[in-house]
């Protein structure tokens, strides 16, 4: 295995030869060897030992390609659960503690099992641990209105715990994306899965009691963002991408690292009349809060920078084959993924990513756009490109590296190459 991000291109010196836009062999080696990588660190959580192995190896690999580094830090919420479960009569299950996580402490709370599926499912909520059904959906934010609107009546009702059942593709639990600022409710909360939760809906008709038990160690920790510059005569290009996230995260963050490590290798070459900032934000799953302080307090001024690439999640994601509740893997990338650029750029982006199914549809952008790319675009840089996408994986704990592929970023790696010569 490389030690750090390979690529087939060769090291600038007198002579060398432009680097292609396509992927050769070599290239396709290197994207194998990051997403590798990647999967070694196994737990990609904001400040936690994967995330800052992560941003150690990123740091090594721009150094290694002449960027000057250096680390933005930042505090970031945690939580390293010891125990987290839903108990109710026999039936016993795994829950992931939603962040900002409220612990129960090793006892937990206790109350009679309520189910809500609908608005009005659970006339007196007071005391009770709630077990929400909600709709089938890819989500990711707690801060999504339709699921703000639905919690807050029975937070506000007095329930003592709220347990998510998230129903989607993969029928695994779904971590959700948080504020970093704080419990968004004063009631413990957790998420589980449609298969675990499963029995506790024959328990609650029986008016069982149950206890939900979400005890560890919580505060805040550090992490840092990683940036990357080369400073030279010419325009500014800035190229980010998400590195933490609640899990292995392979589908999700796997293509946005390996498109980085092989544009770090590529760009100096390719652009060599170009100054350029490469960042790889840690505390994405907090609200982009690592984005939040690279935008706010250490980026280009928007008025220096001639363009900036954003590569979000899961822009080249295996696709799957749904078959009940069995997802079988396919050789293609999951089309539920989207290219979104300001309004100039579009014409371009539908040339240069014609045929790539989700994103030869480039969308003009929006400052209300989602994750990270909308920091940047509320920032009022004036010449943006962003990727991301929700895989049937997204935000699950089984999103290992076999979520994606280098045969599946290749082609996306080809049309930013691409993208960058012709806008350059």
């Given at each position: 295995?490389?030690?750090?991000?390979?690529?087939?291109?060769?090291?600038?010196?007198?002579?060398?030869?432009?680097?292609?836009?396509?992927?050769?062999?070599?290239?396709?080696?290197?994207?194998?060897?990051?997403?590798?990588?990647?999967?070694?660190?196994?737990?990609?959580?904001?400040?936690?030992?994967?995330?800052?192995?992560?941003?150690?190896?990123?740091?090594?690999?721009?150094?290694?390609?002449?960027?000057?580094?250096?680390?933005?830090?930042?505090?970031?919420?945690?939580?390293?659960?010891?125990?987290?479960?839903?108990?109710?009569?026999?039936?016993?299950?795994?829950?992931?503690?939603?962040?900002?996580?409220?612990?129960?402490?090793?006892?937990?709370?206790?109350?009679?099992?309520?189910?809500?599926?609908?608005?009005?499912?659970?006339?007196?909520?007071?005391?009770?641990?709630?077990?929400?059904?909600?709709?089938?959906?890819?989500?990711?934010?707690?801060?999504?209105?339709?699921?703000?609107?639905?919690?807050?009546?029975?937070?506000?009702?007095?329930?003592?715990?709220?347990?998510?059942?998230?129903?989607?593709?993969?029928?695994?639990?779904?971590?959700?994306?948080?504020?970093?600022?704080?419990?968004?409710?004063?009631?413990?909360?957790?998420?589980?899965?449609?298969?675990?939760?499963?029995?506790?809906?024959?328990?609650?008709?029986?008016?069982?009691?149950?206890?939900?038990?979400?005890?560890?160690?919580?505060?805040?920790?550090?992490?840092?963002?990683?940036?990357?510059?080369?400073?030279?005569?010419?325009?500014?290009?800035?190229?980010?991408?998400?590195?933490?996230?609640?899990?292995?995260?392979?589908?999700?963050?796997?293509?946005?690292?390996?498109?980085?490590?092989?544009?770090?290798?590529?760009?100096?070459?390719a652009l060599a009349d170009h100054?350029?900032?490469?960042?790889?934000?840690?505390?994405?799953?907090?609200?982009?809060?690592?984005?939040?302080?690279?935008?706010?307090?250490?980026?280009?001024?928007?008025?220096?920078?001639?363009?900036?690439?954003?590569?979000?999640?899961?822009?080249?994601?295996?696709?799957?084959?749904?078959?009940?509740?069995?997802?079988?893997?396919?050789?293609?990338?999951?089309?539920?993924?989207?290219?979104?650029?300001?309004?100039?750029?579009?014409?371009?982006?539908?040339?240069?990513?014609?045929?790539?199914?989700?994103?030869?549809?480039?969308?003009?952008?929006?400052?209300?756009?989602?994750?990270?790319?909308?920091?940047?675009?509320?920032?009022?840089?004036?010449?943006?490109?962003?990727?991301l996408g929700a895989h049937r994986?997204?935000?699950?704990?089984?999103?290992?590296?076999?979520?994606?592929?280098p045969e599946l970023v290749a082609?996306?790696?080809?049309?930013?190459?691409?993208?960058?010569?012709?806008?350059?």
């Amino acid at each position: 295995m490389a030690a750090g991000c390979a690529s087939s291109l060769t090291e600038p010196g007198a002579g060398r030869p432009l680097p292609a836009s396509t992927t050769g062999a070599d290239d396709m080696q290197a994207l194998a060897d990051s997403l590798e990588r990647l999967a070694g660190f196994e737990d990609l959580r904001a400040g936690g030992p994967g995330d800052i192995a992560c941003g150690e190896w990123l740091e090594s690999h721009l150094a290694q390609q002449g960027f000057a580094t250096k680390r933005q830090p930042f505090m970031t919420p945690f939580f390293e659960q010891t125990t987290a479960l839903l108990r109710a009569g026999e039936a016993e299950a795994p829950v992931f503690a939603q962040g900002v996580v409220v612990p129960t402490g090793p006892d937990g709370v206790n109350g009679p099992l309520r189910v809500w599926r609908a608005p009005g499912d659970v006339p007196d909520a007071s005391g009770a641990i709630v077990l929400m059904s909600l709709p089938p959906a890819r989500y990711s934010q707690l801060a999504h209105p339709a699921l703000k609107a639905a919690i807050q009546p029975l937070s506000e009702a007095g329930a003592a715990a709220i347990v998510l059942v998230t129903n989607g593709p993969s029928h695994e639990r779904i971590a959700l994306n948080a504020d970093p600022n704080g419990p968004a409710w004063p009631q413990p909360m957790a998420v589980i899965g449609p298969r675990d939760a499963e029995p506790f809906y024959e328990i609650a008709r029986s008016g069982a009691q149950a206890t939900l038990i979400t005890d560890g160690a919580c505060g805040n920790r550090p992490a840092f963002n990683l940036i990357g510059e080369i400073n030279r005569p010419g325009p500014r290009i800035v190229i980010s991408t998400p590195r933490s996230g609640w899990g292995p995260c392979m589908g999700e963050r796997g293509p946005g690292i390996a498109v980085f490590c092989a544009l770090a290798k590529w760009l100096p070459l390719a652009l060599a009349d170009h100054a350029l900032t490469f960042v790889a934000n840690s505390g994405h799953e907090y609200d982009n809060l690592g984005s939040h302080h690279f935008v706010s307090e250490a980026a280009p001024p928007p008025d220096e920078a001639k363009l900036w690439l954003h590569l979000g999640a899961g822009f080249a994601a295996r696709d799957q084959h749904e078959l009940g509740t069995r997802l079988l893997p396919l050789k293609s990338s999951d089309p539920q993924r989207f290219l979104i650029a300001s309004a100039p750029l579009v014409p371009t982006l539908q040339e240069t990513f014609a045929g790539l199914p989700g994103l030869e549809v480039p969308y003009p952008a929006q400052a209300s756009a989602a994750g990270e790319l909308g920091e940047i675009l509320s920032a009022g840089f004036p010449s943006v490109i962003g990727m991301l996408g929700a895989h049937r994986f997204h935000h699950a704990p089984n999103d290992t590296i076999d979520k994606t592929g280098p045969e599946l970023v290749a082609p996306v790696l080809d049309a930013v190459r691409s993208t960058l010569l012709r806008l350059a």
